[in-house]
């Protein structure tokens, strides 16, 4: 928009330079005020009668020249106080207005990590509009050095305070997991800020360890319409499970996913979803609840091929799980993705699943020494086939892509087929023809 309006504010300034240039040269050229004009067939006369008062003549052809320049010289006030509106530069001028619905705030959630800096400055460098994509930062635990960094951007980021940082009541066998107790109460009340007290209407949550990628912020942008009008979507998500660097496909920054596993790690959801699960908020392990089928009723996530959030915080709660066997390579997209201008509507759940389906289910099954030992011939891609919870283990687990279940749900599964790439090709690591449903105890 404003580059459209840059444009017009040059073009008026070149007209306006333009019309005087016309302007001078007719006045210049034209004969004094009152001559008539050639005599002859179809002689024509000027309105004017001639007079022999030519110091008049000039005099009144000066005043005619000084009005028309003083017009001009409005017309011109206008084009700088327009360009002075839409300049970016300019601090004091008003802000653009954006509709409500479309505002995606983004909800950092922070503790006493200093490196939060790391990720405010990358959102800040990529953010493409302040008033599209306000930054609100949650901090928890009351660290001091944390608190100054967050406070170093000034109006920059929303700067948000836990009240409560006692701890919590526990029984004794889960005195350990404190940790995970005050990140559920944390999640809780700064998702009631961003959807109750700030009234947004969707919000990306993101931890304070996350890196994102250049179309981050196009990639919500462009979902936010299908997540708002497809009932059998509950979030979207940044993050691929199986994202490592080998395993995803290089060439296919643009394909997006359904998935039944909730990924986190750099999600959006609307406030209905909200205004669902906030009187059922679990006191710990939210993440985890949020897979369970109570919480999903069905329902999948959007995630990509290539991840647009990178964790780099190996300290935490969580004391490094899967942080160094899985979590540190996951390949970060690089690639902008013009998402927002590209036909997404192949992800609306019926489309989608009669095409994911034809497309697993019509590839050929082959077997894991052949996947293993890079044997398969063509392109793919390729079916490896699953019929038990040992069985789906043991597959997941030699070939290097995640084997754990929640509520029998496959990391990045879609209808119990984890799609990932082996040697340059694709496989589908899929159940047998005719699945129906998850089985919650494959936990």
């Not at 050095?145 to 170093?152: G, K, L, W």
């Not at 660097?245 to 996913?257: C, F």
């Not at 490896?384 to 997941?396: E, M, N, T, V």
Request: glycine content about 6%.
């Amino acid at each position: 928009m404003i580059r459209k309006r840059g444009s017009l504010i040059l073009c008026g300034t070149f007209l306006f330079i333009t019309w005087n240039a016309i302007l001078v040269l007719l006045l210049w050229g034209r004969p004094p005020s009152g001559q008539t004009g050639e005599h002859g067939q179809g002689k024509r006369e000027v309105a004017e009668r001639p007079t022999n008062d030519m110091v008049g003549d000039v005099l009144r052809m000066a005043d005619t020249f000084e009005a028309e320049l003083e017009m001009q010289r409005k017309i011109l006030l206008q084009i700088k106080n327009q360009q002075s509106l839409w300049d970016p530069s300019n601090k004091n001028a008003p802000k653009v207005v954006v509709p409500p619905q479309l505002v995606i705030p983004i909800l950092v959630i922070a503790c006493n990590r200093v490196t939060v800096r790391r990720c405010l400055d990358k959102l800040l460098e990529l953010r493409p509009s302040a008033e599209l994509f306000p930054i609100i930062v949650s901090q928890d635990c009351g660290h001091a050095e944390t608190a100054e960094v967050i406070r170093s951007y000034g109006n920059q980021v929303i700067h948000l305070k836990q009240p409560v940082l006692s701890d919590i009541a526990v029984r004794p066998e889960h005195k350990k997991f404190q940790g995970y107790y005050k990140i559920s109460r944390h999640y809780r009340w700064a998702l009631n800020q961003v959807f109750k007290t700030l009234s947004h209407s969707s919000a990306v949550v993101v931890e304070d360890d996350l890196e994102v990628a250049p179309d981050f912020f196009e990639y919500f942008q462009a979902l936010l319409p299908l997540l708002k009008s497809d009932p059998t979507l509950w979030c979207v998500s940044a993050w691929n499970d199986n994202g490592r660097d080998g395993y995803v496909d290089p060439g296919s920054a643009n394909l997006l996913y359904r998935t039944d596993f909730f990924p986190g790690l750099g999600w959006m959801l609307l406030r209905e979803m909200w205004e669902e699960l906030e009187p059922k908020w679990p006191a710990s392990f939210w993440d985890d609840w949020m897979r369970h089928p109570e919480q999903r009723r069905g329902r999948a996530c959007i995630r990509p091929e290539i991840s647009r959030t990178l964790t780099f915080g190996r300290k935490g709660v969580s004391l490094g799980q899967f942080y160094d066997k899985y979590l540190r390579y996951i390949k970060l997209n690089t690639e902008f993705v013009p998402f927002t201008k590209l036909d997404l509507s192949y992800l609306k759940e019926e489309k989608y699943r009669e095409h994911f389906e034809e497309e697993v289910y019509r590839a050929p099954v082959v077997t894991y020494e052949d996947v293993k030992q890079g044997q398969l011939k063509g392109t793919g891609p390729y079916r490896l086939q699953y019929s038990s919870k040992d069985s789906f283990k043991i597959l997941a687990k030699n070939l290097g892509v995640m084997d754990d279940l929640k509520s029998g749900v496959p990391r990045t599964g879609y209808r119990g087929v984890v799609s990932f790439i082996s040697k340059g090709r694709r496989i589908y690591l899929a159940p047998p023809p005719g699945w129906t449903k998850y089985d919650p105890s494959w936990s």
